[in-house]
């Protein structure tokens, strides 16, 4: 089949063929965790004491009672085989990055026949193969022992699938000699990591009711939708999920049009199916529209606990995927599908609260509240300064490379914005001077004389790769495809880090005489002035910025990924994740082994695949096109009929440099690298070759093209 009748046949199948079922809207408050074993089904099938006890680890992180687990265990089986479900799976979030399951039935043999039986030591452990996950170096082939163990405090729910209903629990994933190989435990561990600290420093606040601190996070999902029919004729997006090729459309987004625009009826089937699907695992899907880019578009949650977030935010990646196909398109996730196109993140809005103090990022309505506000406010401001090397490090990977420093997401400098308001009371705080924002009045800095912070003290910063939004930061240089656990890990760890600094700078100050505000006011002067560099509220698309925040603020610039990921294992990054039995030495040298083993194979996937294409799809088809060329030009010569033949001319000579490069990328694959020379040889030959293939699309006659081009995948529907 020749290119044009693929691309063809495609199009008609986009254009007619397809027809999904009509989604009908359900009632959210009648499905919302219909398949969750929530704290409501608890409370009802479990007995008191068991109840009272799993609650008491759930919210108070008490040790969980082995003698509950068993009627946990009977509870839950159950209740799922009561809705169908045969098999149950530990799920688990190893160091792929992506979800990982194994499907065990609850059948056991009894006389003839079999029952349906499920344990406590069922339900609470398990062992899938230790050494056939990433993990670094930890456990060699033969050493294949690791373990998953239930995560109490993320609800167990039904997957429901074409051919039956599996119970799902949330698990952790450890190697046999202890180490976390999965996503899961640092999050947890780094989750109480901020939370004693910041129960610390509420207490030199004068709070004797002081419900246990967490984490808490909304992240926001960006994603492109391409036809099913273009996807299968793409191999650049079924192997790479990008295009290594494709040159830019007359039309892209430069009318703005998309942008909030009319969602789609086709997409929105999709996404009211991807919707009642998340609400059943009790997943809130709150907000949805059109994204800036044709194709492009966005889902975002409600805040949640970040533990119960991140397992959200992977089982969301799971649904799209599966339910897009239901509709006929490929879900794609990539941070930068398509080049000359804004990217895809996953904005991760992050804080830390109680029920008792509430956000403690939250200015409040309570004057005397927002010295505590300032308090930790400032921790983050130390935090993105000391750390900023390491925030960028939790961000880094291949596909996301692809997208900072782009016009559409944040540069690869760690900054933060926190608004005019905020930046001039640390600007007067840090000069000595009474503040007075705005001609509000003058006030102190004291605990019961700062002025009232409104909600949005300032306008929102799209440029910034960690800004403040009112009531919580939104770290935004978070890539679409990853999972939120990792970001969340150095938020949360860094934070506590910073807290400890300043409860111990108080505690110091007011153990040698100084009154408590006096000690505050102090504390905010030195941290201002000393972290204050890692504070910018301007452009940070812009030249200047990126020349300042480097040679005069000495922000780190890292700009690729190879570069970055060292940041995992510096002196003082092991240094604060073993102070608070976050990640070990050796937990975190498997880490940065694991993710450069991961950019170099994602690299030479592209690289490869960009070849094959190159070689077997544009080669013989900017050939055909020449020989049609060379022969009209021959014919018109043997009939004396002058031509131009500067077509002819162009096409054969960048058949020629196609060919050339080619040449060059395979020999460069041939070379045994590392993640440096996949940035630095691999990625700017593969980039070369684009510039050719992507001239010869501009060209060659459109019935010889052989790949859907931008235009039809973006804009067929």
């Known amino acids: 089949m020749s290119g044009s009748a693929a691309r063809l046949n495609a199009i008609a199948s986009v254009a007619s063929s397809f027809e999904p079922d009509y989604v009908e809207a359900a009632e959210i408050t009648e499905i919302f965790g219909s398949n969750v074993f929530s704290d409501s089904v608890m409370r009802e099938r479990l007995p008191k004491p068991v109840y009272k006890s799993i609650k008491k680890t759930i919210e108070l992180g008490e040790k969980l009672d082995p003698t509950a687990a068993d009627a946990v265990a009977i509870a839950m089986k159950d209740w799922a085989v009561e809705r169908g479900a045969s098999h149950y799976a530990h799920i688990f979030f190893p160091l792929t990055g992506y979800t990982a399951e194994k499907h065990d039935s609850f059948i056991e043999p009894s006389g003839d026949g079999v029952i349906n039986e499920f344990s406590g030591k069922t339900l609470t452990q398990g062992e899938p193969d230790g050494s056939s996950f990433p993990n670094g170096g930890i456990r060699e082939t033969h050493q294949a022992r690791g373990y998953t163990a239930w995560d109490v405090t993320s609800p167990a729910y039904l997957q429901e699938g074409n051919n039956g209903v599996t119970l799902c629990i949330p698990t952790i994933f450890v190697s046999w000699s202890g180490e976390a190989l999965d996503k899961k435990i640092p999050l947890l561990r780094s989750n109480k990591a901020v939370g004693d600290q910041a129960e610390r420093l509420l207490k030199l606040f004068g709070h004797t009711d002081i419900a246990p601190v967490a984490s808490y996070a909304g992240p926001e999902q960006e994603y492109f939708l391409v036809d099913l029919n273009f996807y299968y004729a793409r191999p650049d997006l079924i192997a790479a999920d990008r295009t290594v090729f494709g040159a830019a459309p007359a039309k892209g987004q430069q009318f703005d049009d998309h942008y909030f625009g009319a969602i789609p009826d086709r997409v929105a ?41 991140s397992d959200h935010q992977q089982l969301t990646m799971t649904i799209f995927k599966s339910v897009a196909k239901k509709h006929g398109f490929a879900c794609i996730f990539h941070e930068k599908p398509f080049a000359g196109l804004n990217g895809s993140g996953k904005h991760v809005n992050w804080s830390i609260a109680n029920k008792t103090q509430g956000n403690l990022l939250d200015p409040g309505h309570n004057p005397s509240e927002n010295a505590q506000f300032l308090t930790f406010c400032a921790a983050v401001i130390r935090s993105i300064h000391v750390h900023g090397g390491l925030f960028r490090a939790a961000i880094a990977s291949a596909s996301n490379d692809h997208r900072l420093g782009a016009n559409e997401a944040p540069p690869a400098i760690m900054s ?38 409104e909600r949005d003290a300032g306008d929102r910063n799209r440029t ?51 009154e408590f505000n006096t000690a505050v006011t102090e504390v905010l002067k030195e941290i201002y002035t000393e972290h204050g560099a890692a504070v910018f509220n301007g452009d940070g698309y812009s030249s200047e ?49 694991i993710y450069e083993e991961q950019y170099t194979e994602k690299v030479l996937v592209e690289v490869k695949t960009g070849l094959r294409i190159a070689s077997t799809m544009v080669v013989p088809a900017a050939v055909r096109f020449q020989t049609d060329l060379a022969q009209n030009a021959s ?3 043997e009939l004396g009929i002058e031509g131009n033949f500067s077509t002819l001319e162009n096409v054969s000579g960048l058949v020629s440099d196609l060919q050339a ?22 990625l700017p030959a593969l980039n070369s070759l684009r510039e050719t293939v992507d001239a010869l ?19 067929i529907k």
Not at 469 to 478: I, S, Y
């Open 697 to 715: 699309e501009l060209v060659v006659a459109d019935d010889e093209w052989p790949l859907p081009s931008y235009q039809e995948m973006l804009f």
């Open 545 to 593: 910025w990126h020349e300042k925040a480097v040679s005069g603020r000495g922000l780190k610039n890292l700009r690729t990924t190879p570069e970055a990921l060292p940041e995992l294992v510096t002196e003082q990054t092991v240094s604060m994740f073993e102070k608070y039995s976050v990640l070990s030495k050796t937990e975190l040298e498997a880490r940065l082994e």
């Open 416 to 453: 933060t914005f926190i608004g005019d308001e905020l930046l001039e009371i640390f600007e007067q705080i840090k000069a000595g001077k009474a503040l007075d924002t705005d001609g509000k009045g003058t006030f102190g800095v004291g605990v019961d004389t700062l002025p009232h912070l």
């Open 661 to 682: 490069k080619i040449a060059d990328l395979d020999a460069k694959v041939a070379v045994e690298g590392d993640a440096t020379y996949a940035c630095n040889t691999l």
């Open 464 to 514: 910034s790769p960690f800004a403040f939004t009112g009531n919580r930061f939104e770290f935004r240089a978070v890539g679409s495809t990853f999972s939120i656990s990792g970001p969340l890990v150095v938020l949360n760890t860094c934070l506590a880090d910073s807290i400890d600094f300043i409860a111990t700078q108080l505690e110091t100050k007011v153990a040698a005489g100084t």
């Open 269 to 309: 089937d999709f996404m009211m199916d991807v919707e009642n699907s998340l609400y059943k695992v009790g997943i809130p899907a709150k907000t949805r529209h059109n994204e800036v880019a044709p194709g492009q578009f966005e889902i975002a949650p409600v805040y949640e606990a970040a533990n119960v977030a």
């Open 635 to 637: 014919s018109l010569k």
